[in-house]
């Protein structure tokens, strides 16, 4: 059951805040005095997710709050679920930072699939190779080589011996930045790093917030000694972004833009057709082979999950 506003404080206007971890209808805001409230959300149609500001009112308990407002959202970053649905996974994030690693295998397939979300909703991003002291991590670092030949910014680093932290920490200054990647790479150990004492702040989270949850399971927001933010999310398997930017996924592969205008058909999908300029500079060996794959996979995703969201035809 919801908790109402406390009588007391009806007439109050609403406070601002921030969600800093969520579950569900469960969040935790931090206010504009970086108190932490344990809030809930008022009303079935508002949802929140971490970084998103809101407003909102204490309730009748003791350190508890309701969220009644929810801020226009600067940028989300968002994917699609198995039912072809979007769902915003964080908010008002300013950079999107892919950390993979030589173990476990890393699969950059998934790294290309949030490179894409992050370049069709105007978020910056940055490619981490963790674990470089490692020799498994020479053949991921070939592939670190081919993200900065086409811009984008492409770090190795260590949380185990701290090699490279210095350089990240400088790219996560005054950024509010995402965390993302597979399972095992060590996202949360190069958090615990960048940010000493951040075990213990995460277990007086996982005490403060959501009834109990444990925010390891969770998108949480952390700040930086000195400047900006991280948020932290859980590793996963698999990462496909919102449907509804993939209808053209060319735009979110920033190598293929300029061989799109040589293509004979406007409409080009870059897959069968011909007199194709991505296909040609492909063959070239200007477009890298495997970031090419990545493409058709999202192309083909968009087709498959398109038919998902289809609504049934009435007999």
Not at 198 to 223: D, I, Q
Not at 228 to 243: H, K, L, M, N, T
Not at 272 to 300: H, M
Request: contains cysteine; glycine residues 8%.
């Amino acid at each position: 059951m919801v908790p109402s506003p406390s009588n007391a404080t009806d007439a109050q206007a609403p406070a601002a805040g921030r969600v800093i971890a969520s579950h569900g209808r469960h969040l935790l805001v931090e206010s504009a005095g970086h108190a932490r409230i344990s809030c809930t959300l008022f009303g079935r149609k508002l949802e929140a997710v971490c970084g998103d500001e809101v407003r909102w009112l204490p309730a009748d308990r003791e350190n508890h709050g309701i969220v009644v407002e929810l801020a226009p959202r600067r940028t989300s970053l968002a994917r699609t679920d198995s039912h072809g649905r979007t769902e915003i996974i964080v908010a008002n994030l300013t950079q999107l930072v892919i950390v993979c690693a030589g173990l476990p295998r890393p699969d950059f397939f998934i790294t290309d699939r949030y490179l894409v979300a992050a370049e069709l909703a105007g978020i910056g991003s940055i490619v981490i190779l963790n674990k470089a002291d490692l020799p498994e991590s020479r053949n991921a670092a070939e592939e670190l080589a081919r993200y900065a030949a086409i811009g984008y910014p492409a770090l190795e680093c260590s949380a185990t011996t701290g090699a490279g932290l210095d350089q990240l920490q400088h790219r996560l200054m005054g950024q509010v930045s995402v965390f993302a990647g597979q399972s095992g790479v060590g996202k949360s150990s190069i958090a615990n790093r960048l940010m000493p004492g951040l075990n213990a702040e995460t277990a007086e989270l996982s005490r403060a917030t959501v009834e109990g949850r444990h925010v390891t399971s969770v998108a949480t927001l952390h700040h930086l000694p000195g400047s900006g933010d991280i948020i932290d999310s859980p590793g996963v398997r698999d990462f496909a972004p919102a449907i509804k930017q993939l209808a053209d996924p060319a735009l979110g592969f920033r190598e293929m833009r300029e061989p799109a205008t040589r293509c004979r058909f406007a409409d080009c999908r870059h897959l069968r057709e011909p007199d194709c300029g991505v296909r040609s500079a492909v063959d070239a060996g200007g477009i890298s082979a495997r970031r090419y794959e990545s493409y058709r996979r999202l192309a083909r995703l968009h087709e498959r999950l398109s038919q998902v969201r289809e609504p049934r035809r009435r007999n």
